[in-house]
């Protein structure tokens, strides 16, 4: 069954512009991680934070994680048409356990 | 180094007729994960390896569905008298001493 709940479930925006994609989830968490897929086939691991963590960035991506609100977030600045995809939220709830996966949100980023 | 490799990267099948996919995990890595991603549905988890523990086979559907792993590396997941519900995105995932999963490129499952 699905933890989480991405929101939205499509996003269309500029290149250049800034995009937000949520995250919320339902049972406390070890750690909560955001991966990308490109034309329904691999995911590609984006970044990891830990329930002890409440933001980090990596390059042009920012994630927020709110545990008290079960929440997080991640911000794609600058976007390109590359960043076309859809991206996923996974959380964990202990040690090396199987990834529980929300729905996704499809982002398109137009040139 | 060489990343997760799945294979066949796609089958087709007739209903009724069995299917085996195999998995490469990245060399080293003692987790081993399967998950399935029907269209428009997000990934399920089916079977999880840990070291040479048991697996953890909470997320199979049905009975129609196993995996093993050998000699704690190459994993194979078996799909008995295919369904058309069974048509999918069959996902594996490998991780060592983190709890980054790298993915591999999957199967698209087409059961006709």
């Known amino acids: 069954s699905q933890q989480g709940e991405e929101d939205p479930q499509a996003l269309s925006i500029q290149e250049g512009e800034n995009a937000t994609m949520n995250c919320s989830y339902k049972?406390?968490?070890?750690?909560l991680q955001w991966y990308r897929q490109n034309s329904g086939r691999g995911l590609v691991h984006l970044i990891l934070?830990?329930?002890?963590?409440r933001e980090k960035h990596s390059g042009r991506l920012r994630v927020t994680l709110d545990t008290s609100k079960k929440s997080s977030s991640l911000l794609i600045t600058a976007s390109r048409a590359a960043d076309t995809a859809s991206y996923f939220c996974?959380?964990?709830?202990?040690?090396?356990?199987?990834?529980?996966f929300g729905k996704g949100t499809r982002l398109s980023v137009i040139a | 180094g060489a990343g997760v490799s799945q294979s066949p990267s796609n089958k087709v099948t007739e209903k009724g007729k069995d299917v085996e996919l195999r998995c490469d995990p990245i060399?080293?890595?003692?987790?081993l994960y399967w998950y399935r991603q029907s269209l428009g549905q997000g990934l399920e988890f089916l079977i999880y390896?840990?070291?040479?523990?048991?697996?953890?086979k909470s997320g199979l559907p049905s009975d129609r569905f196993s995996a093993e792993r050998t000699g704690g590396s190459v994993s194979t997941l078996t799909i008995q008298r295919t369904q058309q519900e069974d048509s999918a995105v069959y996902l594996c995932?490998?991780?060592?001493?983190?709890?980054?999963?790298?993915f591999g490129p999957g199967t698209r499952l087409t059961v006709l």
């Open positions: 934070i830990r329930s002890n963590e």
């Open positions: 060399s080293g890595h003692t987790a």
């Open positions: 996974a959380t964990v709830n202990s040690g090396n356990t199987p990834l529980v």
């Open positions: 049972t406390s968490i070890n750690n």
């Open positions: 995932a490998s991780s060592g001493n983190t709890d980054t999963q790298y």
């Open positions: 390896f840990q070291g040479n523990s048991a697996p953890d």
